[in-house]
């Protein structure tokens, strides 16, 4: 299914940063920015960082940040973007990240779970590649009916509720977990309406 999703963003990338506005703005890029905490000197890992809407920033405020998505069309978009600042990019899925155990000091991500094929997994790699103490942050929608973005979109998932996703991170092996409400996503069906899905935010730390 990861080709499905992969396929679509390959198509899209050149469009993304347009399309995006349509859905989410800056208001959700300052809340997992301001939410993750991050230091002068940390490293940042940004999963499904696609052309670069949370790395920008962080790339702002961290000493590093690492750039992951699935599709190297995205990547790409993102390199012509960012590249030349302390940013590396590299392709590859949030289940199999590849990076060390213990080698980033922050994990952020945004809109990247309901794409995944397995958001457990997902979630136990980014753990697994977070330092003891550090934050992990991300934003997705919540639970939703809206059917039709499993096939216009590539959506592997309606969303997730709440409290699975606080299940999910307290499975990971992170604490401190938060996960609340923030504010709502609205896109456009075929038939230009526009519908709005409440998103979340989730946070925690990994123990040290």
């Keep these: 299914m990861s080709r ?21 703005g800056d208001e959700v890029r300052e809340a997992i920015i ?49 590249g030349g600042k302390n940013v590396e990019f590299k392709v590859g899925s949030v289940e199999r ?7 980033v000091d922050t994990v952020v991500g945004n809109m990247f779970l309901h794409h995944s094929p397995d ?22 929608m919540q639970e ?3 059917k039709w973005l499993r096939t216009e979109k590539a959506d592997l998932w309606l969303g997730f509720k709440m409290e699975h996703v606080d299940q999910m ?11 609340e409400a923030l504010g ?6 075929k038939e230009d309406q526009l519908i709005e899905i409440p998103m979340f935010l989730a946070s925690g730390t990994k123990p040290s």
């Excluded at 995205?74 to 960012?82: G, N, P, Q, R």
């Excluded at 990240?97 to 080698?103: A, E, F, Q, V, Y």
């Design 34 to 82: 301001n939410a993750a905490k991050l230091g002068p000197h940390d490293t940042v890992l940004d999963v499904g960082a696609g052309t670069g809407f949370l790395t920008e920033a962080a790339a702002k405020v961290g000493g590093k940040v690492i750039a992951l998505d699935l599709s190297k069309s995205m990547t790409d978009e993102a390199i012509s973007k960012l």
């Design 97 to 103: 990240i590849p990076l060390g155990d213990s080698s």
């Design 144 to 146: 939703h009916q809206q």
């Design 169 to 179: 991170l307290r499975k990971a092996g992170i604490a401190d977990v938060k996960v």
């Design 184 to 189: 709502s996503c609205c896109t456009t069906t």
């Design 4 to 24: 499905r999703v992969k396929d679509y963003f390959d198509q899209v990338s050149s469009q993304w940063d347009t399309l995006r506005k349509g859905l989410y």
């Design 119 to 140: 958001p457990e997994k997902a979630i136990q790699e980014m753990s697994r590649v977070l330092t003891p103490g550090g934050r992990i942050v991300f934003a997705d």
